[in-house]
């Protein structure tokens, strides 16, 4: 019976020893309600994202000679065209009045250049003979050089003329063979159409953006009629908010996503920012050009003009102070902590100054410095 208690006791003492510590335990996992931290400095980064549209990296506009009709397209806008493919034709009846204006004035200059000429070299003949004076020498001389000009200008303008046909040896007419030349103004009624051709090879896009009520079959000399994108590389115009704006600088580096070419990230750099903030979402903004220099292949071949995309501008902060969010409180507008004084080891409540935030993290500009020690609260 003795040994029956003894045996009772020892158990009653070692469950009562594995409540206690379990106790004990339980205790250990309970976390602190707060934490107190030193403040360091610390450099971080931040990365802002700005959306964007695709666009080329520059265009080649091609503009109409002439005032005319287009009679016909050779593309639609969009497609890629081909250097040195036909894009139009233009009907002018204006640019067969200047063929034809062009020509005669031409074989006029020529046959008024021959005659000078042939003047100059018997005046010069005569005054070395002592026959003609100085003073006629010197006037069919300038006579000469004159007419010179004057060919040299209706050549270029005929040759302007010209440049979109192919008339064989007008070069060899002159005035005395009228009736050729008749001929040649007769059979060139062609003369009035004039069909252009693709300078330079890329995407055929509207003259004035997206706008479609811009391709009018009437144009005027100096109208766009189309302009050509250069895809081998892309551009992109971003909008920046005024309190990111000097943070960010020229020639930065900067990567370019989209849903619409899944998992490729596109390297370009930015290129410029204004100087002056305009209106974007009601709000003060600065337009910032990104440039992708150069595209591969396959990137071309994933990558099209008018597709939506996100620009991602990494920023490596310098060093400042940064604490956890929470241990920043607010207090009738004020931001504040708790510092431990470094004499008394009492807390304090001290005003700050923030700044920029990350997930967890926020900037103090004033109020704290390298060293101090502060109370976090732990986050249940």
Known sequence: MKHFFKLVGICVIGFAYFLLCACQDSNKNKSA???????????????LYFAGQIKPLKTTPVISPVDGVITKRFFIF????????????????????????ALTDYLKAKQTLNNDKSKFTNAKKLYELGVKSRNDFIEAQNTYHLSELTFSQA?????????????????GLTLNDIDTVTKVLKLNQNAQTITLDAPQSGIALFPKDDDASSTSAQVKAGDILVNIADTQGLSLNIH????????????????????AFGSLILNG?????????????????????????????????????????????????PKQIMVPINAVTEDN???????????????????????QTTSDSIVIHFGLKKGDQIVVPNHT
């Open 333 to 355: 507008g004020l931001e504040f902590v708790t510092k431990i004084n470094a004499q008394t080891k009492k807390r304090e409540k001290t005003l700050v100054t923030t700044g």
């Open 269 to 317: 750099y930015i290129d410029n920012i204004t100087e002056m903030a305009t209106r974007y979402n009601n709000a003060p903004a600065f337009t910032a050009q990104i440039i992708v220099p150069k595209l591969t292949p396959e990137e071309q071949r994933v990558v099209r003009i008018g597709m939506n995309a996100k620009v991602a501008i990494t920023l490596k902060l």
């Open 78 to 101: 969009g497609e890629r065209l081909t250097k040195g493919k036909p894009l139009c034709t233009i009907s002018s009846s204006k640019q067969l009045v200047d063929y034809r204006n």
């Open 155 to 171: 050549d270029a303008k005929l040759k302007n003329t010209m440049k979109y046909h192919k008339i064989d040896n007008l070069e």
């Open 33 to 47: 309600p707060e934490k107190i931290i030193t403040v360091q400095a610390t450099s971080t980064q931040n990365t």
């Open 240 to 259: 920046i908010s005024q309190s990111n704006i000097n943070q960010i600088r020229e020639k930065q580096p900067v990567q370019i996503t989209s849903d």
